[in-house]
Each structure stands twice: as C-alpha cells, then as structure tokens.
C-alpha cells in the first residue's frame, strides 16, 4: 500500500530560511526552517493526504499501521550550531526512565531527562558541501597540542593551565575535563574568554570552531569543550552515524537525518536549557574515536544502504535514470520513502506510486521488495532487519 504523506517544517531558531525549500522545491515560509519530520513522532506527525486510504486516520501517530513506527525521518538544515548533545543506550534510558517515574516525575517536567524508555541512536546524510558537525572525544593529546599553540601565540596561563590537565589517561582525563568544564566555577568563565580572545586571529579549522560557537553562545563552555572534540567535514552523500553515548553537534549544512523515535537527551553545552552534569556524564562514551562516515553497502546499481549497529533503522539511497533504468529496495517493514531531486515511480505488490521532488509517502512492508525507475533521487527510511 503507498500512502502519500507531508508534514511542516519546524522552525528552531537555528534552522535556514531557505536550504529545505531548495532541496524540496516549496515556497519558504519566511521564518526558520530547521527540520521537516516524516514519522509517526508525536511532536509532529506527518500528514495522511488522502485519510480515505487510511479509515479516516490524518496522520501516521493515529494509524495503527505506522503508529509504532521504530524510527523518524528528517530533512534538516541547520544555519547555526545546534547544542552539544548524546543520547542514552537502551539500558541506560529504561533505567532513566523507571527512576524519574518512581520519583513521580510529570511527563512534561524540567527535572526529566527521559521522556521515553528509548535509545536514540541516529545517523545524518549530508546533502550540502559541507556538512559541518562536531563528533565524539578526540585523543585529548591533539586537544593538548591546539591549547598549547593558542596559550603559546595568546601568553596566557590560564590556557596552559588547563591544557597540563589533558594529560594522562583519556578516558579519565577527559570525564574530568567534561566535569570541571560543565560545572560552573568561576574559572572556566575566565578560561572561555581566554580562548575566545586567543582564536580571534588564528586561520585554522580548531580557532574557526572557538569563533563560530562563540559568535552563537557567547560565554558557553561548550565552546571549550569543542576543542576535545573531533570536528568533522561530510561531503555530500557521505554519512555520519552517532551511537549511544556520542557527544555531538550539528554546525552547519543540510542532510538527511535518521534517528530511533525518542525524545531522550542530555545537554552538555552551547544551549540555554538544563544541563545534568551527573547523568551527562553517567551517559557519554569518553573513548577517542576517530570520526569517519559509515560505508554503505550496495546490493544493486543505483542502490546504496547505509546500516548502522541498531535495529530500529536503516536509510536506501537510490538515484535512478541514465545507466540505471530500474533499482530493487527491499522492506523489511513499513518505509518512508521521500524524494528529493527529479521524479520516481515506485513499483511494488499493490501497484506503483509516482513521486515528484518533494513529495514523500508510506510504503507498507506488504509491498515486498520495491522497484524504483524514473529519472531521480530517493531516500528510503525502513527498519533494519
């Protein structure tokens, strides 16, 4: 069954004016357009066009068919940084959860840092040239190398202080780092606007993220904190995947975005909203990792699947046309299918679809294997199983 869907987009004070209705072809709203979400969240569930298909339901949160849907489907573009972020493991958020209801915690109260019992993995595709995010600790002896040179250029102490205590083990120096950072003494203020001041004049990408944040969120840690962090440049169809635990942060660039369908997150900076240091902590991978995109697989022409390590999502991207006539996409649940340049004709058990540059619909696993022929892009969210 296809099902033509749509839906809003959001508009968060840091989305673009015009890069969602660039890539979709839609009139811009004048306001903010961060993302546009196609799923079944109820934050913004998208729109049944016809709910004649659908026994009167308006949006996938009401039809039983995708209303437990695993995963949300975005287009998000982002003109500035988004707050420095990670999302709890399975365990760790079931956990959360079950404490914050014995305490008697209201759904919507401040004090919550787990509105679901859910992890929220995601993974983000980039559409822009470049895509600009901030991914996971870096080995904090290159941290230390880029302090080194801004206390060295700048003279100041404060700088120098704080780069000796990068020193030792990684994961422990940089919990301890992460802490003292997000604590709110006094220091770290006097640190942030010791680096602020030393990356005015510096041409490389470490003093270029100081300025960027700086100029968002003047004063925030986090604009410290970036610097233990991989800082990391998607070229278009590249894919940044972010597990449990990951901290991150979107800085720029439109994409495609995939994520498991919760709400559950915890703050570690470049934001005016709560920040819970302890569970933060509690929740953050503090590993160096190397930020490297996910190599896809590709089980046909045309085809590319990107699957990360989590069942609830895996994200097709198929360009038909020229050498590609036709491309199979198999579904092993209920897709979100969106297409984003040309027009494609989806083919499957109960008939065909065609789809145009920005329209999106429903494609129920009863469908079986799809095949996709036009001359255009598309983007296929299903469950990875």
Same mark, same amino acid.
């Given at each position: 069954m296809?099902?033509?869907?749509?839906n809003? $987009?959001?508009?968060?004070?840091?989305? @673009?004016?015009?890069?969602?209705?660039?890539?979709?072809?839609?009139?811009?709203?004048?306001?903010?357009?961060?993302?546009?979400w196609?799923?079944a969240?109820?934050?913004?569930?998208?729109?049944?066009?016809?709910?004649?298909?659908?026994?009167?339901?308006a949006?996938?949160?009401?039809? $039983?068919?995708?209303?437990?849907?695993p995963?949300l489907?975005?287009?998000?573009?982002?003109?500035?940084?988004?707050?420095?972020?990670?999302?709890?493991?399975?365990?760790?958020a079931r956990?959360?959860?079950?404490?914050?209801?014995?305490?008697?915690?209201?759904? +919507?109260?401040?004090?919550?840092?787990?509105?679901?019992?859910?992890?929220?993995?995601?993974?983000?595709?980039?559409?822009?040239?470049?895509?600009?995010?901030?991914?996971?600790?870096?080995?904090?002896s290159?941290?230390?190398? /880029?302090?080194?040179?801004?206390a060295?250029?700048?003279?100041?102490?404060?700088?120098s202080?704080?780069?000796?205590?990068?020193?030792?083990?990684?994961g422990?120096v940089?919990?301890?780092?992460?802490?003292?950072?997000l604590?709110?003494?006094?220091?770290?203020?006097?640190?942030?606007?010791?680096?602020?001041?030393?990356a005015?004049?510096?041409?490389?990408?470490?003093?270029?993220?100081?300025?960027?944040? @700086?100029a968002?969120?003047?004063? +925030?840690?986090?604009? /410290?904190?970036?610097l233990?962090?991989?800082?990391?440049?998607?070229?278009?169809?590249?894919?940044?995947?972010?597990?449990?635990?990951?901290?991150?942060?979107?800085?720029d660039?439109?994409?495609?975005?995939?994520?498991?369908?919760?709400?559950?997150?915890?703050?570690?900076?470049?934001?005016?909203?709560r920040?819970?240091?302890?569970e933060? /902590?509690?929740?953050?991978?503090?590993?160096?990792?190397?930020?490297?995109?996910?190599?896809?697989?590709?089980?046909?022409?045309?085809?590319?699947?990107?699957?990360?390590?989590?069942? +609830?999502?895996?994200?097709d991207?198929?360009?038909?046309?020229?050498?590609?006539?036709?491309?199979?996409?198999?579904?092993?649940?209920?897709?979100?299918?969106?297409?984003?340049?040309?027009?494609?004709?989806?083919?499957?058990? @109960?008939?065909?679809?065609?789809l145009?540059?920005?329209?999106?619909?429903?494609?129920?696993?009863?469908?079986?294997?799809?095949?996709? @022929?036009?001359?255009?892009?598309?983007?296929?969210?299903?469950?990875?199983?």
């Amino acid at each position: 069954m296809f099902v033509r869907i749509g839906n809003t $987009p959001r508009d968060y004070a840091w989305g @673009s004016r015009t890069a969602i209705a660039g890539l979709l072809g839609t009139t811009p709203s004048g306001e903010p357009e961060a993302e546009l979400w196609l799923g079944a969240h109820a934050g913004s569930p998208a729109r049944i066009l016809d709910p004649g298909q659908t026994a009167g339901a308006a949006d996938l949160a009401a039809w $039983p068919e995708t209303a437990h849907l695993p995963y949300l489907l975005k287009v998000l573009a982002a003109a500035g940084p988004l707050s420095l972020q990670a999302h709890p493991s399975s365990e760790q958020a079931r956990a959360g959860f079950e404490r914050e209801n014995a305490l008697g915690l209201a759904a +919507d109260s401040p004090e919550r840092n787990y509105k679901d019992p859910f992890h929220k993995p995601e993974l983000i595709f980039a559409l822009s040239d470049p895509f600009e995010a901030l991914c996971g600790f870096r080995d904090p002896s290159v941290s230390r190398s /880029v302090l080194d040179e801004l206390a060295t250029a700048s003279g100041d102490q404060r700088i120098s202080a704080f780069a000796e205590t990068l020193d030792g083990e990684p994961g422990d120096v940089l919990r301890r780092a992460t802490e003292w950072l997000l604590g709110g003494e006094p220091a770290v203020a006097e640190l942030v606007e010791a680096v602020v001041a030393a990356a005015q004049d510096r041409d490389d990408r470490d003093a270029d993220t100081v300025r960027m944040l @700086s100029a968002a969120f003047p004063g +925030d840690p986090g604009i /410290v904190l970036a610097l233990l962090l991989n800082r990391a440049t998607l070229r278009p169809g590249e894919v940044l995947y972010l597990p449990a635990g990951n901290i991150h942060a979107y800085l720029d660039g439109l994409g495609i975005e995939l994520m498991a369908a919760s709400d559950n997150v915890l703050r570690g900076g470049l934001t005016p909203k709560r920040i819970d240091v302890p569970e933060l /902590v509690r929740v953050l991978d503090f590993s160096p990792i190397v930020a490297t995109p996910l190599a896809p697989e590709r089980p046909a022409a045309g085809v590319e699947v990107f699957r990360p390590d989590v069942p +609830d999502f895996a994200l097709d991207h198929v360009v038909v046309g020229g050498d590609v006539a036709s491309a199979p996409v198999e579904l092993p649940g209920t897709a979100i299918a969106l297409c984003t340049a040309g027009a494609v004709e989806l083919n499957g058990a @109960s008939g065909s679809l065609r789809l145009a540059r920005g329209e999106a619909a429903v494609v129920t696993a009863d469908e079986g294997t799809i095949t996709v @022929s036009g001359d255009g892009t598309l983007f296929v969210a299903t469950p990875n199983r």
